[in-house]
């Protein structure tokens, strides 16, 4: 027997830009954000760079690749509430 295939639109802008709204999100998001930012300021700290530049340096990449990760994880797991 065949599996009828149905094809589903997603909603990029709600997908991309509602904000977490589930505590798993919010919790994931945060670690994220955490371990990403001790990543990039471990090798910063120890250059001559302003303590705030390299706060601001630590912290672009990290909300870009965290806000990644939970749009990655919306379309794979929450993709039923993003449809149109």
Excluded: Q
């Amino acid at each position: 027997m065949k599996k009828e295939v149905t094809r589903v639109e997603i909603d990029l802008k709600k997908i991309f830009l509602t904000p977490p709204n589930t505590r798993r999100e919010k919790i994931t998001l945060l670690a994220m954000m955490v371990v990403l930012f001790v990543a990039f300021f471990g090798p910063i700290c120890f250059t001559d760079i302003h303590p705030a530049k390299a706060v601001l340096l630590a912290c672009l990449p990290t909300l870009s690749i965290s806000w990644g990760w939970t749009v990655l994880l919306r379309s794979l797991f929450r993709k039923s509430e993003f449809c149109r």
